[in-house]
Each structure stands twice: as structure tokens, then as C-alpha cells.
């Protein structure tokens, strides 16, 4: 079986390849290639990589090329975990749109929008690219904001599914709380990616006990911290939201709070400097543990499992993904991208039904779809007007000189990376 990590030079592909080496008996990887343009750091992580593999026995072979066409040639599976622009288009998503007294995150508002536009043009030539070396390849989207990627690359008809480490993060930490193996954890996982709500928390599978309840009453404090949210307002909601809803319900909190601290696009590549310095080490063959700070955390889990079943070989039956509603959602449209359990095999993603969803949720959804729908036409065809709409749309912007000043700086800050700017 061969595989392909487009972005293997990333500072993550060690906790991905730690991943395939530990869970080789769930998926049997002959040749895992690690592509990227960046030769400097490809050499690092390569190195590292493949002392991982030699220090875990595992008989799998790791090649790097910065050839994208040799790459995927004959790759059963190709994920995507590519960051367009690096950590410094990341570090101006999360700084300009603070001028406004808007959120400024790389995934999520204003940020996530110059992200996407930056983004998706060059994940549908790679996908196309794929498809002409390797029509049946399945392509594994880790590249952010995965749920407007995903459906990118849907709409063009390419096999793909989307992935995300929240559910599967939730998933360990209340596995934990309650003294259960996580495969005994199943989530009623609902929303779009970075829109998500746990409504439940199931023993043993889809029809087990709810222990939410359970969950708040004894460890909502605990909770409630790690998501930096009120013990209250989980109390009042009942459920478990995402910590990225922290952007939504607490937003001028989250905003003063921004201003007052360096974005952490900066931290997150000093860490990298600092990653690459340890990769660099001949005698390590290990991840080093200052790598569970760059995030992505059971990243390599998800992705394991997640290839593992699109390729037949095992995995767990159930699985939180990215994929098209198809009526999951009645209150949305069919080609929406949304993230929840999901049915997952050879032919792909299957969502599992979904439970009535609480008119509080399911308005945020919608209007959040509605922008991602914006925002993928003016990644696909351009222009300010374009641009301006996705971000009057946004629940987090809404008024029409906020999208106007923001529709400027964004283009401002990206235009090297948009033709048609």
C-alpha cells in the first residue's frame, strides 16, 4: 500500500508517521511519501521519519520528492495537510482583522476567509492532479477550513473526505474522565467543521447510554475550562460545545483578548524553528514531546483509522468526518459539507442519522453554510464583490463597513496569492 502526504514537510508529520508505525496491523503502509516544496525541511522531517519507522521495526519504506506528479503516481491514498502562504499568511489572518474589532483566527471569520481563498485553487490542482496519475486514489483532506476544502473538492467530483482532530480530541478527554477505553466513547457528533456540538456521549456505540449528563454534573467545571467558556452556559445549553464556538459565543471577549497577546501564528513558528533544530539530531527516532504543543493532537489516529477504512482494511465503524449532507440535515442543502458520525468504507462516507437538532444550533449552522457557500465562489471565480458578500454574510462580520474595510485588507494582504487580485 503507498500513500502520500502532501505538505510532508510540516513540523505534524512526525506525530503522523509515529501514527502509521504504532498502527501498522490497522493499516499495512509498503511505502509512505512524504512530498513538499520546501527541500530544507523535507530532508528533516524525512530523516526523522524514517528513524521512527527503523526504531518501531516497522518494514515500510519513506521516500521524499518535491515532484507532486511522482508523488501520488500509484498512491492508493493522498492526504492533504498543506498551509499556502506558511506561518506568516497564518500571522496576518490573525492580526488584520483585529484592526476592525473582528476575530482574528486562521480558520475561522475574516482569517478563515483569506485562508480559503488561498487554498483552494491550489488543493484542486493537486486533486486534479491526482485524478489524472491515479483516478481511484482517495484523497484525505487535513487542510484548513476543512469543511469549505471538502466540499471544494466534492463539487469537482474528486473522491475525497474531509478530517478534523476535534471529535476525536473530545472523544480521549471524556474517555478519560469517565475511566473508559475511547473506543468505548461514542459521540453524537453535529455541526459544520469548527461548528460543532456534542449532543450526547454514548457507552459502547450509537444506541448506548447518554452519559452526557453525567459528563456536566460531575466534570462540567473541568469542561467548561478547557474550553474557556462559562460552567453556566454549558449548564444552560446541556451540551458540549467545540471550543472554536468560544469565537462565537464569548466573541468580544475572545477579541480583547487577542489584542493584548502576540497571534499565535508567532508562537506556533517559533516552535517550529525549535522543532526542526530537534529533527535535525541524527539520534533522535522519536516525536519529541514538544510537538503535542503544535497542536493536531490524536491527529495521527484519526488518520490511520480514516485511511484504514476507505482502503478496506479495518478501522473503527464509525467515524466523525467531513462529507456531503445528502438530507443528514434536513434544514440544510444537500451538497452542504457538514462533520459528523459517519458509516465509513470502501465507498466512501455514509453519515449515520442525525437526531433533531435544537433551532439554537441549527440557525448558526445555516447561517454558517450559507457563508461557506459564498466563500467557495469567490475562491473558485474571484473578485471583491465576491469576497464582500462571503463576509457580510459571516455571523462573526454582518455589518456592511466592517465586510467593506475587510474585503480591502484582505485582498491587500493576499494579493500575491490571488490571480485575480
Known amino acids: 500500500m503507498k500513500l502520500t502526504v502532501v505538505g510532508g514537510g510540516s513540523t505534524y508529520t512526525p506525530e503522523l508517521v509515529d ?17 513538499d516544496p520546501a527541500r530544507d525541511r523535507l530532508e528533516l522531517v524525512g530523516g526523522l521519519a524514517r528513524r521512527i519507522f527503523t526504531r518501531q521495526d516497522h518494514t515500510g519504506r519513506i ?12 498512491a492508493d491514498a ?10 506568516a499568511a497564518r500571522q496576518q489572518d490573525e492580526t488584520w482583522p483585529l484592526e476592525c474589532g473582528c476575530v482574528g483566527q486562521e480558520t475561522t471569520g475574516a482569517g478563515g476567509l483569506a485562508k ?4 483552494v485553487p491550489v488543493v484542486l490542482d493537486i486533486a486534479d492532479r491526482v485524478r489524472r496519475t491515479n483516478p481511484h486514489a482517495w484523497i484525505i483532506d487535513f487542510t484548513n477550513p476543512v469543511g469549505i476544502v471538502t466540499r471544494a473538492l466534492l463539487q469537482a467530483g474528486h473522491k475525497a473526505v474531509g478530517l478534523c482532530n476535534v471529535a476525536i480530541g473530545l472523544q480521549r478527554k471524556f474517555a478519560a474522565l469517565l475511566s473508559v477505553a475511547p473506543s468505548g466513547i461514542h459521540l453524537d457528533h453535529v455541526g459544520l467543521n469548527h461548528l460543532t456540538w456534542e449532543t450526547a456521549v454514548r457507552l459502547g456505540g450509537p444506541e448506548g447510554e447518554d452519559v452526557l449528563p453525567k459528563l456536566l454534573g460531575e466534570h462540567g467545571d473541568r469542561i467548561a475550562a478547557d474550553l474557556r467558556l462559562p460552567r453556566p452556559l454549558l449548564d444552560t445549553l446541556g451540551v458540549v460545545p467545540s471550543y472554536y464556538l468560544r469565537y462565537y459565543y464569548a466573541h468580544d471577549d475572545v477579541v480583547r483578548e487577542l489584542r493584548t497577546k502576540p497571534p499565535r501564528a508567532a508562537e506556533v513558528a517559533a516552535m517550529e524553528r525549535e522543532l526542526l533544530a530537534l529533527y535535525a539530531d541524527p539520534d533522535l527516532d522519536e516525536k519529541p514531546e514538544l510537538l503535542a504543543g503544535r497542536g493536531g493532537a490524536f491527529y495521527s489516529e484519526a488518520a490511520v483509522d480514516l485511511a484504514a477504512a476507505l482502503l478496506g482494511g479495518g478501522g473503527t465503524p464509525y467515524q466523525v468526518v467531513n ?20 458509516a465509513v468504507g470502501a465507498k466512501g462516507a455514509a453519515p449515520l442519522p442525525v437526531h433533531p437538532v435544537d433551532p439554537l444550533y441549527a ?3 445555516a447561517a454558517v453554510t450559507a457563508y461557506e457557500h459564498l466563500a467557495l465562489e469567490a475562491a473558485l471565480h ?19 463597513a466592517y465586510a467593506e474595510t475587510l474585503t480591502d485588507r484582505l485582498i491587500a494582504h493576499n494579493r500575491e496569492h490571488l490571480a485575480w487580485a
Open 116 to 119: 480559503a481563498l488561498r487554498t
Open 19 to 35: 501514527g502509521f508505525a504504532r498502527l501498522r496491523d490497522t493499516l499495512p503502509v509498503g511505502e509512505l511519501v512524504l512530498m
Open 363 to 365: 440557525g448558526l449552522m
Open 382 to 400: 474571484g473578485g471583491r464583490d465576491r469576497v464582500f458578500r462571503a463576509l457580510l454574510s459571516h455571523p462573526l462580520i454582518g455589518q456592511y
Open 323 to 342: 462529507t456531503y449532507n445528502r438530507g443528514t440535515l434536513p434544514f440544510l442543502p444537500d451538497d452542504a459539507v457538514i462533520e459528523v458520525q459517519a
Open 78 to 87: 493522498v492526504l492533504l495537510q498543506l498551509r499556502v502562504g506558511g506561518q
Open 63 to 74: 521516500t521524499t520528492t518535491d515532484n507532486l506528479d511522482e508523488a501520488v503516481d500509484g
